[in-house]
């Protein structure tokens, strides 16, 4: 029989009948007061563009309409194009500022200073108006052409958000180059391979998984920083809205409606981003236990 007195002779402690306790919940009164006060919040709110000034059959009528899907379908194609080159501009400054040659980490570094420091609207308005500095571009005795005719509010644009991206993309394409172990260049040099092949065949591979998230999230950003170009007459999604509601005087309608097709851009390309890092992440993702 076992001895239950205490080791040092005593009685034993006593015995605790849990099932005497009635279980009282914990009262989260906070969480239940903040939520009732945004509830309330978003209910007015609701109700107040509900039964606003806004008349939104018009909302449904202009949100298809021929210059609100044209002017789509440009900001879809700008932010593609100026990202492909903001891309390669990045890879290419990374490149230079990681090298051992001076001047071209000096340019590097000179190009990120210059583009991340001052405004993307100043920068479209100095491409816009360039033809005021060099009325006339070309090689002198081969070929020329005035300038204004060539930096139309597409190619303007085009530059202005390409290049002020590669700026960005290239600390973005820089950190995750250091990202990958040093050992990794030194094998590549072991076994022969010049630095930019050992880059593209076994660095940049791996530094993808770094690279693609923040690159993704840049390529959301662009397409909404496409919208800037409106200040240059580039016929985007916003450009084409405030025409129309100059015309028509429904402002708010037509801001809805770009707002509506800016969003629906957004989450497809937020869907394209999960599916492309669960894609780069393979082996290395943790799963929720």
Known sequence: MTDLRHPDGGDPPPVINFSEYQHVPQRYYGRIFSSVIILALLALLVNAFAHGKIEWRFVGQFLTAKAIL???????????????????????????????????????????????????ILQLLLWFN????????????LFSFQTVDIMTPFMAALLGLSINQGAYTSEVVRAGLLSVDLGQYEAAKTIGMTRLHALRRIILPQAMRVIIPPIGNEFISMVKTTSLASMIQYSELLYNAQTIYFANARVMELLFVAGIWYLVAVTLLSLGQNRLERFYGRGTQRRDR
């Not at 005021?132 to 002198?140: A, K, N, R």
Request: net charge positive; charged share 5%.
């Open 70 to 120: 044209f002017g789509l379908g440009n900001t879809i194609v700008m932010s593609i194009l100026a990202m492909l080159l903001g891309v390669i501009f990045g890879v290419i400054i990374a490149v230079m500022r990681m090298s051992h040659n001076p001047v071209l980490r000096a340019v590097a570094v000179g190009y990120t200073w210059i583009f991340r420091g001052t405004p993307l």
């Open 130 to 141: 360039l033809a005021l500095i060099f009325p006339v571009m070309g090689i002198p005795g």
